[in-house]
């Protein structure tokens, strides 16, 4: 598989997957099957996995650690503290915690669940605004001097937050909601991003399943799942959007692609430093979405992209969550 580098020197592979939709919350019942899927991710040239101490919380990492066992050496594993998760008990309280105690023992606890004695990217998952990011940073770099982190990461931090972590300690990637049908980054963030030699590692690339050409109007969602409370997966609103899903299957119908194949390239073709993480519990879908590494957008079809001017409707997420991204 093609590799890309983030940050500092940080080499995955050019795309990543993303281990959250794997089991329910606390409960995994597919585990066997989600552990031979990644293994099968690994078989197939991938080596960038994200996992978080909140997915659960605990119970995927567990996962992820059990799946990559005797195979440390293949894999970059990426983790997350900053969710206010109770070290003793799992419970997720609400709100975050990026204390310095907090992210030490979240750093511990991942360590101990995924099996391993480093982790190769650790993000902070969500800004705390009551602990300054100099702070979180500083442990960060404290952590990396012992030999239990080798990178930092955020995650859907604002401008002013990645340029006080960097001046501590280097941040070599970025994870933030980035697609076709999310592309506010491209205003205020990438060009930080560039500026300062950070890497993006863009999730939901392919619009929670929507740019996948499979969710039309007429489609339904549980109440466990989070799309049944996000505005933009309302069904006006996927009505309304359905003229995205329209616009790359036509592109992918000239080139023998999927709408999938074609959202995926569309990223890869906006910087050298963008690696798509997307997430699968399918080994076939797996394989269609690394066939965007063999599409070639031409300029012809980035500018029609462009000419479209297509805005989305409806907010990616409910406006309670919208306020933790940005900080």
């Known amino acids: 598989m093609q590799k890309r580098t983030l940050g500092q020197g940080l080499e995955v592979s050019a795309l990543a997957l993303g281990a959250m939709g794997y089991g329910k919350s606390r409960e995994i019942e597919d585990r066997d099957q989600m552990i031979a899927l990644l293994r099968a991710a690994v078989e197939r040239g991938m080596d960038f996995f994200d996992t978080a101490e909140v997915y659960g919380p605990w119970t995927n990492e567990d996962m992820v650690g059990e799946a990559f066992r005797g195979m440390r050496d293949k894999v970059k594993i990426a983790t997350k503290f900053g969710w206010d998760i109770d070290q003793r008990t799992g419970e ?37 605004p009551e602990v300054p990011m100099e702070d979180v940073a500083g442990v960060v770099k404290d952590l990396i001097a012992e030999g239990k982190v080798r990178w930092f990461g955020l995650s859907e931090a604002g ?48 619009g929670r399943g929507f740019l996948t050409g499979k969710i039309d109007p007429s489609a339904s969602f549980a109440e466990t799942d989070m799309r049944a409370k996000m505005p933009r997966f309302q069904a006006e609103a996927r009505a309304a959007n359905m003229r995205l899903v329209e616009l790359i299957s036509g592109i992918g119908a000239r080139h023998g692609a999927t709408p999938a194949q074609v959202a995926l390239a569309w990223l890869l073709a906006r910087k050298p430093w963008i690696v798509p993480l997307f997430g699968t519990r399918r080994l076939e879908r797996f394989e269609e979405n690394c066939g965007a590494l063999d599409l070639a957008l031409t300029e012809a079809d980035m500018a029609e992209i462009e000419a479209a001017g297509f805005q989305p409707q409806g907010n990616r997420y409910p406006e309670a969550f919208m306020k933790l991204s940005g900080l």
Not at 115 to 125: A, E, F, N
Not at 182 to 190: D, K, S, V, Y
Request: aromatic share 6%; with cysteine.
């Open 92 to 128: 997720h309280r609400g709100g975050v915690n990026s204390k310095p105690a907090q992210i030490r023992s979240s750093v511990e606890g991942s360590l101990r669940r995924l099996g391993t004695d480093y982790i190769d990217l650790c993000y902070q998952h969500r800004v705390d």
């Open 159 to 206: 401008a002013g937050s990645i340029r006080k972590a960097h001046a501590v300690q280097p941040v070599a990637a970025l994870q933030s909601e980035y697609s076709l049908w999310t592309r506010e980054p491209e205003a205020g963030i990438l060009p930080v991003l560039e500026e300062l030699g950070i890497g993006l590692v863009p999730f939901s690339p392919l």
